[in-house]
């Protein structure tokens, strides 16, 4: 079917059943059709499922769908807040991303999440407190998407992407904010 609500009428099911990944394929054939943040967030949670199920912290799969979740939501509600910056912002936190995403070793699924290389980026702190106001008072999915970025950037122990996300994850503060800067530097253990 091309009918990308039918794919996830589908993937819905078999996600029920227990079969995470053939939920995943066709979470993926909805997104090919239509590329939503809802369909976004079930592939990050059957990613999400099957790490902890196979004992692993965060895996690049997972990652690119927590990275879709959170840019599609950006790309939803920075417009409302960001008086004519929208696209700047966006890029100012799809950069450090593009690049982590961009090694030969991750390759591959990050082409699925469609996302677009942006041009290089300066990172301004000020940009990076806009973008955690955008964050604040974010629904649940949108924050457990960024506190699986923080686990992947660590694990990956990406520089740009940790620091980033340890400045969206101090001015979001919370318990959200807080598992964020921790996960990235607060255990003695970080590389950060």
Known sequence: PTEPRLWTHLGDGLARLGRGEEAIRAYEQAWFWLPQIETATRLFRCYHDRDAAWGVAASPEGAHWAFAVTERFLSQEIPRSSSGRGEALLAVFRAPWH??????????????????????????????????????????????????????????????????????????????????????????????
């Open 99 to 192: 690049d982590l995403f961009s090694s030969p070793s991750l390759h591959s699924a990050y082409s699925r999440t469609n996302a677009k290389p942006p041009s290089e980026v300066a990172s301004r702190h000020h940009d990076l407190v806009l973008l955690a106001s955008v964050f604040r008072g974010a629904p649940e999915d949108i924050l457990d998407s960024l506190l699986y970025l923080a686990c992947f950037s660590r694990l990956q122990r990406d520089v740009r992407t940790a620091q980033q996300l340890i400045t969206i994850g101090q001015r979001i503060g919370g318990t959200h904010g807080e598992e964020i800067v921790q996960t990235l530097r607060g255990d003695g253990t970080a590389f950060l």
